[in-house]
């Protein structure tokens, strides 16, 4: 299931996430703790600064000479044994991938948790091509029992309680009830096993792919992704072009961050450097190893100097975990497979609907976000950057009444004389309304009032004040 | 289908020139020096501990067999596998393992790995080619007598670390990787474990629910 689609406009979306009581219990505790295993993390590493400021170096370094990398990256993954694929765009990436099931003659997929395999809305796409699509993420298998889309990139069902899952298992599975979280994972762990076992293709994303070896980085916790890359006879594996990078030594640096940004563990249970499809000398592992490139809008952030630093995420979730703005409408509300700060920087340029240009909007700049950003990414400056791109594109869009005001604002502004008695004016009102309680609710200005509280002006000026004292 | 690797690559490189216009040069920074813990095998066995892993620290190789075999019976397996990496032979497992209940099968060079068959292992014993003593991590090495799903598959793993092989931390091991690239390696830290429902930390989910490292000194 793709978390691209868009079936009432993002407003909407927002007031059903609020309105949803089950959702906002499950984000709140869980959100917090997150963040603070992060904070506790990185607390203990007195080399952590240092590290993100290598890291974001790297990354940068690593995107400036990106062509190089994944030329690189190429010719070693090929020397290995494996075939790389070239997909421009969603589509192509979905047709390479099912073209390459096909000629396996695969009939069961197994795949392991990967955001890029969600952007490009592959599910569906297997599906309708006749495969049996099964994922093995323990969040994942469970939003895809639901019917549900992942709505975070780490714990891609921290939308759902406990007894949801209990509700769900029951239902789907048929089995008695299981109560706990201990029973409801043997019961999933069981069930997946045999697809493990008997499925001919798996598909797992990248953290990252080191071009000096042609190596695939892939970090988790469960051991699914290990099973997907090592069972089946066909692995493939969905990867941003983006996520190469040169060496060993900068895996290590980026590999010292990841798990600590995204949950507080300084290492996850597993990390797998694989190099593609079963070595000469190796007993076991897939036969056939495909690694899909996918660009899909990544070289127009590329190719824009203050969004290009976007492409520096490694999908860490931090910054989800530090936004007042996802904390309270989770993941779904932002219909794209990444959601959050970052999601709300890149989905404009790579979904480019009128509703992904939305997201920047919904923020308060507050800047938390890059406060926690392993890279550094400057996340509020990026999304100043694509809010701009949003109005140049289409003023008309605007209503008259901003560009009134737009207007206006400016022919005060120009004035000495003009500004000092707007602020006068101002004054006045302000007083006006803070002592007038029911003038906070008054349509067209109830949305900004009615959850301030507005101050009380100064009794006089700062300007006469310091003419007064000074002259 | 896709595009080739000259179509997509040209994009990129028109990408990077038109966005380098006003971008200042990325100037590198050096990554930090880590701190060595100063007493490594004391740090692995502290962290790996901290995350549900079990260490047992003994003095030199000839006291593996009987621990292993002491494992085995207190994990009541009945299905042990073992990789057949020339390292494992030295502890003499083999011989301590004849004395418990459990049923040994042995992992040969060559022979490819009947995956179904381990997947109804109840205990699996891999060499461990090194450690990372700051985070509790194994590096395991599949190979020619190592299959990748042998520590994965059974619900409990039981690893062999020389305290010698121990890595002080990721960036000392990246920088040895770096000269002599092998694949695959698999970084181990703790068992499998998820939060997925409601954080709830349960471990076991496709992996192992239980990780013996036996970390053996030169004594």
Redesign the interface.
Known sequence: MSGASTEAPFGERIDRALADTGLQR?LG??VG?LATARRDAFAAL??GD??R??????K??AL?S??RH??AL?RAVEA?GGH?????DAA??R??VI?IAHRAGAQTVVKSKSMATEEIALNPALEAAGLRVVE????EY?VQQAGEAPSHII???IH???AD?TDLFERVHGTDRKET??A???E??AR??QD??GAEMGITGANFA?A??G?LVIVE????A??CS??PRVHVAVMG?EKVVP???T???L??LLARSA?G????????????PR?D?????PEEFHL??L?NGR??L????VL?ESLACIRCGACLNACPVYGRIGGHAYGFAVPGPIGAVVAPTIQGTPDAAALPFASSLCGACRDVCPVRIDLPRMLLAQRARARRGDVSGLGRAERGLARMAARVLGSERRYRVATALLRGLTRGLSRFGPAQRLPGVAAWTGPRTLPEPAKEPFRRRWERDRG | ?????A???A??????A??????PG???????V??FPPDPAASFAA?LEA?GGRVHRLESAAEVGVRVAELVREEAAGRVARAGTPGLEDFGLDAALATTPARLEI?R?????D??SL?DVDLAITAAEAG?A??G?LVLR????????LS??APVHVAILREEDLHPH??A???S??RR?R??????????????????L?R?????RTLHVVLVGSG
């Not at chain 1, 093995?136 to 969040?139: E, H, I, Y």
């Not at chain 2, 038109?18 to 971008?23: E, F, V």
């Not at chain 2, 694949?183 to 709830?200: F, K, N, Q, W, Y």
């Open positions: 499950a505790g869980t703790r007195p080399e240092a590290l400021d290598a890291a974001r170096a790297a940068l370094g400036a990106l062509d994944l030329e190429a290995n790389v694929h070239w997909a421009r192509q990436a047709t390479i073209d093995t993420d323990l969040g469970i714990v891609p069902a759902k309680t406990r899952v979280a201990e409801l994972t043997a999933a762990r997946l096993r493990f076992l080191i000096a070896t190596s916790n469960e051991g699914n290990r099973l090592t069972l072009m060496d060993w030594p895996v290590g640096t590999l010292s949950t563990q300084r290492m996850t249970s597993y990390v797998s450097v694989l190099g593609g070595g000398d190796e007993v076991d592992g899909v490139l660009d070289s127009e590329l190719a824009d100097p290009r | 289908m896709g595009e080739t690797r179509e997509f690559l994009r990129v490189r028109d990408a990077l038109r966005g380098a216009q006003s971008l990325e100037r590198p920074v050096s990554p930090p880590m701190r962290e995350v992992c060079p060559g022979a490819p790995a995956v179904r997947a990372l700051d985070t991590t599949p190979g020619p007598a190592h299959p990748r799903a994965v598959l990721l960036a091991f990246a920088a990787e770096a690239p694949h695959p390696c698999i970084l181990v830290t703790g068992p499998s474990r998820t939060a997925d429902i409601e954080m709830i349960t076991g989910v496709h992996g192992p």
